[in-house]
């Protein structure tokens, strides 16, 4: 039940047991949209919620096929902002009535919002932020000014916040080029992908007939990507080297996602001749029991932060084939150890790396192994000292 504080207030959905306590720590998130990014955070407060920290988990629109995955044990504030831009004066005055504690915001333009709004409320929360992708790449493949000057709004605002987080190693050496050296408070922490119930979600019927146990054999194996229809995962790339490989093999591939590119990325199936082995079935909220029965999952991105659905899929013991994009891919499969790395949009090579690695797949173990350093617990404690807050910290009363 949405409770509406007062007419210039955000509404609140309660899912404490005692809706007038307040959080130790405001998460910030533009909306509960199906982002890889949004998942990750709903996956923290959990983690924070389940360490003891009282929680608000602040959004500018809570509409979105993630709000059933939002955790019990924390407040949902919706702020009632269609754009994240929008958000500001409700997190303003959020700010100066709940006065948490800590103030967590994710994803570039959110950051800049959060910290925007604590100098105007004028209160004394900590303001941390987390940057989730390549902020150069981002900027440079940009189609709006707003995106391209993201680069320059974070040299200037960021230095404000009490630190800075980032998803992976190469994420932070970019921001730490583009800030210059000792200009940022910066800690390198990865997304908290592998949650207890993960394997539970892998277990789940699958909704595809490709992914039925009595169709997946070696005589049909399924190919599986999974990401935004969108520039940035170079879906192209994947669909033109899937043509190659499967001139000579009995493959299907599934792209799970949907996003601005799915007519031009239809029109190629259709070019290619690959209508009825190629699909592109849609979003799923639960991609695990996809990902758990296909063959092979294939990261084609151009550019990453932390790639969560690679770490997802090797959770699920299946293998995985990734270009070496700025960042991430490469510190998740140890220099191509866990997984083959090849050059970003070469589709000849990235056909021979997924034939070599139906042929010879590492073990599950192997890539569960490797998945559970990314871990709900411990990347949890990592926040929890990044941010200086204590398990099982009490919730204060408000002043």
């Given amino acids: 039940m949405v409770k509406t504080i ?54 500018g629109d809570s509409a979105g096929p993630y709000l059933d995955l939002v955790p019990p044990g924390c407040n949902l ?53 987390s940057v989730r992708s390549n902020l150069s790449q981002e900027a440079a ?9 993201l680069p320059r709004l974070a040299r200037i605002f960021y230095r404000q916040a009490q630190g800075v ?17 000792g200009r940022v408070r910066l800690v390198v922490i ?20 490709w992914l039925e146990t009595d169709l997946v054999n070696t005589r049909h194996p399924v190919i599986l990507a999974a990401g935004r229809l969108s520039p940035q995962k170079d879906f192209p790339t994947l669909i033109r080297a899937f043509a190659l490989l499967a001139r000579e093999r009995n493959l299907r591939l599934l792209i799970l996602g949907e996003g601005p590119e799915r007519g031009a990325l239809e029109s190629l199936v259709q070019k290619l001749g690959l209508t009825g082995r190629v699909e592109l079935p849609g979003f799923r909220v639960n991609p695990f029991a996809a990902m758990s029965r296909a ?13 969560g659905v690679l770490i997802q899929a090797m959770a699920c013991g299946t293998p995985v084939v990734s270009t070496d994009c700025p960042s991430g891919p490469r510190e998740v499969l140890a220099d191509g150890h866990f997984g083959p790395l090849v ?44 941010l200086g807050l204590e398990p099982d910290e009490r919730q204060r009363e408000p002043s």
């Fill in 6 to 59: 007062s007419p210039d207030q955000p509404a609140i959905i309660n899912t404490t047991e005692n809706s007038n306590q307040v959080a130790t720590l405001a998460l910030f998130l533009p909306s509960l949209a199906g982002g890889g990014a949004e998942r990750m955070m709903l996956n923290l407060t959990r983690g924070l919620v389940e360490a003891g920290v009282a929680v608000d988990l602040v959004v």
């Fill in 77 to 129: 504030v919706d702020l009632g902002a269609g754009r994240v831009m929008a958000a500001l004066p409700g997190l303003v005055r959020y700010l100066k009535r709940m006065r948490p504690e800590v103030l967590l915001a994710a994803m570039d333009h959110a950051n800049l919002i959060a910290l925007w709004a604590r100098a105007l409320a004028r209160t004394q929360t900590r303001v941390y932020i």
């Fill in 141 to 149: 493949h940009a189609p709006t000014r707003a995106g391209r000057w």
């Fill in 165 to 181: 987080i980032a998803v992976s190693q190469g994420v932070a050496d970019d921001i730490a080029g583009l800030m210059g050296a």
């Fill in 190 to 209: 990865p997304n908290p992908v592998v949650t207890p119930d993960l394997a539970v979600l892998a277990s789940a019927a699958p909704d595809h007939p």
């Fill in 295 to 307: 063959q092979l999952f294939v990261l084609s991105s151009a550019w990453e932060g932390l790639p």
């Fill in 343 to 386: 050059p970003v949009g070469n589709v000849s090579e990235l056909a021979k790396a997924m034939g070599q690695t139906l042929d010879k797949p590492l073990t599950p173990n192997q890539l569960k192994g490797r998945a559970a350093n990314y871990g709900l617990e411990p990347v949890t404690r990592r926040y929890l000292e990044a």
